[in-house]
């Protein structure tokens, strides 16, 4: 199965500046490498964001406009029976790249949100209005309707969302989870029960009674002192090496995956192209797998 990489630079969902870089530095690196369709959609370069915290809806108007392009594009491709893997920017991009998946499978796929953060906030429950700590929320259908109004389709079911690496949650955030149905693996989880258990539950849960799941990445979970260039960082995260076997157990669940973001790579505030060379790994492993494991098992399907 082919793959495509989709840029979205896009940072409208923080306060921060540079994550909309991300995805044309990584699809940079990858020109030597790989020879399939890439395709890079940029925010304006007009647009003064918002940074005012009082806020709750920065950019809104923005980042609705930047997502429903580039959800006509995560559609079209999935649509050529392409795998979408989506770069960010800020992780509210993956609003547009889930519900794409979820539209083509009428509804029937799962959600694994790997991320330092839950991002289940709503307009009414976020303490600084930086939409990306909504996206989650929004795909899985919990209110935030005003960051899909381009979506006609089923939403996410939020028992069949699993996020794991969470780390930093907001109280009322928590009461939002609760509520919804999440499941949830926290960073110290991972490393009680193990990466493989985790993943392995993670999968159960998703795809119950579902046709694939859509994994959203983002490189947050990793520890700063290891990942520093990211937006928001967050301390006593995950290891390069458990960020890696991760990965790799996704991967092995690959012919039940339809889509993937790696998100919130900030280059400005890498620290010897560090996080770049994380993030550059993760992506070329993802299209690895993706084309040779992917395309012998729709092989061995047709016949």
């Not at 896009?10 to 990584?26: C, T």
Request: charged share 30%; glycine share 6%; with cysteine.
């Amino acid at each position: 199965m082919k793959t495509v990489i989709i840029g979205a630079g896009s940072d409208l969902g923080v306060h921060i500046d540079g994550a909309h870089l991300g995805p044309l530095q990584l699809m940079n690196d990858m020109k030597n490498i790989y020879h399939g369709e890439m395709i890079n959609l940029m925010q304006d370069e007009k647009i003064v964001k918002s940074r005012n915290l009082s806020d709750k809806k920065k950019n809104n108007v923005e980042l609705e406009k930047f997502n429903t392009a580039l959800y006509k594009i995560e559609l079209k491709k999935l649509e050529e029976k392409l795998f979408p893997i989506t770069l960010g920017g800020d992780h509210s991009v993956a609003i547009s790249s889930a519900l794409a998946d979820a539209k083509v499978n009428d509804g029937h796929i799962g959600l694994i949100w790997i991320d330092a953060h839950t991002d289940f906030n709503t307009f009414e429950t976020t303490v600084t209005g930086n939409l990306h700590g909504l996206p989650c929320a929004a795909i899985t259908g919990y209110k935030c309707e005003e960051l899909r109004t381009f979506y006609d389709g089923e939403c996410i079911d939020p028992r069949k969302t699993v996020i794991i690496g969470a780390r930093s949650i907001d109280p009322w955030e928590e009461d939002n989870l609760r509520y919804a149905g999440v499941t949830i693996y926290s960073t110290e989880d991972i490393k009680t029960k193990g990466v493989k258990t985790v993943i392995e539950e993670a999968f159960k849960i998703a795809m119950d009674r579902n046709k694939s799941v859509h994994v959203s990445y983002d490189i947050d979970v990793i520890d700063p002192d290891i990942a520093p260039g990211v937006s928001v960082p967050e301390v006593d995260g995950i290891t390069e090496e458990e960020a890696t076997e991760i990965l790799e157990a996704v991967l092995k669940h690959v012919n039940d995956i339809s889509s993937m973001d790696i998100v919130e790579f900030n280059p400005l505030r890498d620290e010897n192209r560090k996080t770049e060379q994380i993030a550059l790994n993760l992506l070329a492993r993802t299209v690895q797998v993706v084309e040779e494991k992917k395309g012998k098992y729709f092989q061995e399907k047709k016949y």
